[in-house]
């Protein structure tokens, strides 16, 4: 079923290679959009692309390389209803943490694909923006959507999801990842995962 607050996503657009951690971009604040012109359009409808064909829930700009505040996102909430959108510029509101439950879940990441380690984040999020139309969109989100808003609008601020886990697990995570490298081509998922 389709969530109330669901947009439908951008069709239309090429796969891009997704940009590893390790790149600097990865690993700083990037910057707001201030045009929500045809360059944005068509970087949005290319990170939908590039996040169908990883078979992803969510992508950050960052992670095709490109240095603005955008996200976009195709994920399940906790009724299992399918929420879409694209954010621009988000703001995210977290429980407070008299109110505040953790749920640890596997968490992976694009931008270090195949490798998954326990992650516990807050079961509830919601975050205001714009779409790349510039018109205000505000989402909220439960389960899996909980943790793919608060993953997607770290991003944006240069933290990745390892940088949230306790040194050993994150330890453990960039050996699976090495582990599985040789299967992603620098240019994945342009090029499919080799076998």
């Given at each position: 079923?389709?969530?109330?607050?669901?947009?439908?996503?951008?069709?239309?657009?090429?796969?891009?290679?997704?940009?590893?951690?390790?790149?600097?971009?990865?690993?700083?604040?990037?910057?707001?959009?201030?045009?929500?012109?045809?360059?944005?359009?068509?970087?949005?409808?290319?990170?939908?692309?590039?996040?169908?064909?990883?078979?992803?829930?969510?992508?950050?700009?960052?992670?095709?390389?490109?240095d603005l505040k955008v996200f976009?996102?195709?994920?399940?909430?906790?009724?299992?209803?399918?929420?879409?959108?694209?954010?621009?510029?988000?703001?995210?509101?977290?429980?407070?943490?008299?109110?505040?439950?953790?749920?640890?879940?596997?968490?992976?990441?694009?931008?270090?694909?195949?490798?998954?380690?326990?992650?516990?984040?807050?079961?509830?999020?919601?975050?205001?923006?714009?779409?790349?139309?510039?018109?205000?969109?505000?989402?909220?989100?439960?389960?899996?959507?909980?943790?793919?808003?608060?993953?997607?609008?770290?991003?944006?601020?240069?933290?990745?999801?390892?940088?949230?886990?306790?040194?050993?697990?994150?330890?453990?995570?960039?050996?699976?990842?090495?582990?599985?490298?040789?299967?992603?081509?620098?240019?994945?998922?342009?090029?499919?995962?080799?076998?």
């Amino acid at each position: 079923m389709q969530h109330p607050s669901s947009r439908p996503l951008p069709e239309g657009g090429s796969v891009r290679p997704i940009t590893r951690w390790g790149t600097a971009v990865m690993h700083r604040e990037v910057q707001d959009v201030t045009s929500f012109d045809e360059d944005l359009a068509v970087l949005v409808r290319d990170m939908v692309a590039t996040m169908n064909a990883a078979h992803g829930v969510g992508l950050a700009a960052n992670q095709v390389g490109v240095d603005l505040k955008v996200f976009v996102f195709d994920c399940p909430d906790d009724d299992e209803d399918r929420v879409t959108g694209v954010v621009c510029n988000p703001v995210l509101t977290l429980p407070e943490a008299g109110d505040r439950q953790l749920e640890t879940a596997d968490e992976g990441c694009l931008s270090l694909p195949g490798a998954f380690i326990e992650c516990s984040r807050p079961d509830r999020a919601s975050v205001t923006g714009f779409d790349e139309t510039g018109r205000p969109v505000e989402f909220h989100g439960t389960g899996l959507l909980a943790r793919c808003l608060q993953h997607e609008t770290d991003h944006l601020f240069g933290t990745v999801f390892g940088d949230r886990v306790p040194e050993r697990a994150r330890k453990k995570l960039y050996k699976q990842h090495r582990e599985l490298a040789d299967h992603y081509l620098d240019d994945w998922p342009v090029s499919d995962i080799v076998e």
